[in-house]
T-cell receptor, first 110, second 114 residues
């Protein structure tokens, strides 16, 4: 089983839609989780951290389910500018290295 | 601060040649990551340094790859000899808190080995 797994998509949605991505991780000892965003031919950038209690940042909501070892990202009222690849990231074990999923591609259409 | 700076941005080289990729960390950051990204395999961690010391190099593909941190602000990734399958985008990222915080990426080096 890969350390971090995501549905690669693509998710093609109309503007205004709500879209959700899930990610599963294999290391039950993982403590920190993040969502990164990567635009085409650009570097990844932190979108938001994921806290145990769930957290919201504007149209974006991240949730963590430790029992099932999955993380989710919900985007409400999708904008054209949300089109990108969303990477699920887990802080791996005690080494402190960040493990990235392969990403889920989102395309928001007019 | 200019952020993480990588050079060169693009590199085209012939198979068998030595390639050196360079990375300047953000001042004050103490963790350094080298990643490789391809369509097939996504973003793969090659090696991770903390306070100039390699912590995890299990992702380095083979002995042709080597990475160094000669000082706290600079790192190199060397491929010798290069092969066509090494073609990828190589990212360097730094983090201020031993990897527990946000990782800041450079713009990457797009390597093509022909």
């Amino acid at each position: 089983r890969k350390e971090v797994e995501q549905d690669p998509g693509p998710f093609n949605v109309p503007e205004g839609a709500t879209v959700a991505f899930n990610c599963t991780y294999s290391n039950s000892a993982s403590q920190s989780f993040f969502w990164y965003r990567q635009d085409c031919r650009k570097e990844p950038k932190l979108l938001m951290s994921v806290y145990s209690s769930g957290n919201e940042d504007g149209r974006f909501t991240a949730q963590l389910n430790r029992a099932s070892q999955y993380i989710s990202l919900l985007i409400r009222d999708s904008k054209l500018s949300d089109s990108a690849t969303y990477l699920c990231v887990v802080l791996g074990g005690s080494q402190g290295n960040l493990i990235f999923g392969k990403g889920t591609k989102l395309s928001v259409k007019p | 601060d200019a952020g993480v700076i990588q050079s060169p941005r693009h590199e085209v080289t012939e198979m068998g040649q030595e390639v050196t990729l360079r990375c300047k960390l953000i001042s004050g950051h103490n963790s350094l990551f080298w990643y490789r990204q391809t369509m097939m395999r996504g973003l793969e961690l090659l090696i991770y340094f903390n306070n100039n010391v390699p912590i995890d190099d299990s992702g380095m593909p083979e002995d042709r790859f080597s990475a160094k941190m000669p000082n706290a602000s600079f790192s190199t990734l060397k491929i010798q000899p290069s092969e066509p399958r090494d073609s990828a985008v190589y990212f360097c990222a730094s983090s201020p808190t031993g990897g527990a915080g946000e990782a800041f990426f450079g713009q990457g080096t797009r390597l093509t080995v022909v």
